[in-house]
């Protein structure tokens, strides 16, 4: 019998999920804590610095789910004395990502198109959802960097509800958290940056308006995806830290 359904054939393989090769473009840019304040669920509150994160990866191999991209946002935010990063928005290429992330981790997954390429001199990452091109960065190499000067998106924060087949309220709702473990740093690059966030009715990522970019980075990594844990039970009003 399969680890998810349809138990008869399986949407995806249970963790760990190897992923080789992966490449990032990731920007870290300056928002502001009243916009982040409106969006955090709670017991999360905003990290000492407004700091979001935005990135596009492309994973050309991924053990029990072939090859997909991805696009997100997190917030960089806190649970008590925890620092992490908040999963505000994510959107996968692949139906079997979108499920896995979802149902184990409860990352807000959606399907959209994304792209990740060179262009000349810059590196181009696009991600298109219903024909609305809600997200552009572009980033150019100008300086390697060692694997220790990257910045940490991790650990992440997830917000997981899934609502009951009675109607009755949700049978899970929780804020989890995941990491990732065996990173193998390939090359990395820092370098100018740009962002561009469009509105959409299907996203709400504009809320959150760059005020001023941080660092720029470009880089080619190989990690492994474990299980992550529960932080927080709504249901129960319990911690877990």
Known sequence: ?????????????????????????????????????????????????????????????????????????????KLKELTG??????FVTSDSAMACGREIWGSPKKMA???L??????????????????????????????????PSIFPTFCYKMIPSVSGDGYDVRQITTASIDEVEVLEAWSGPATISINPSATTKMHLIEPKRIISGYYFRMSHTQ????????????????
Request: proline fraction near 7%; charged fraction near 25%; aromatic fraction near 14%.
């Open 117 to 150: 390429k060179d262009v000349g001199e810059i590196v181009l990452g696009k991600m298109i959802r219903n024909s609305v091109e809600i997200l552009t960065l572009t980033f150019k190499r100008e300086m390697e960097v060692k694997p220790e000067e990257l």
């Open 1 to 77: 019998m399969g680890f998810s359904m349809p138990f008869h054939a399986q949407l995806y393989t249970k963790p760990p999920h190897r992923y080789l090769n992966g490449q990032w473009l990731l920007i870290l840019y300056e928002s502001s804590t009243s916009s982040i304040e409106k969006i955090l669920p709670r017991p999360l509150e905003p990290a000492d610095e407004p700091i979001v994160a935005v990135f596009i990866a492309k994973f050309p191999v991924v053990q029990g789910m072939g090859t997909y991209l991805e696009a997100g946002m997190l917030i960089k935010s």
């Open 85 to 90: 990063y908040y999963v505000y928005e994510l």
């Open 226 to 241: 474990k299980y992550g844990k529960v932080l927080y039970d709504y249901l129960s009003d319990r911690y877990f830290i």
């Open 113 to 115: 198109d994304i792209t």
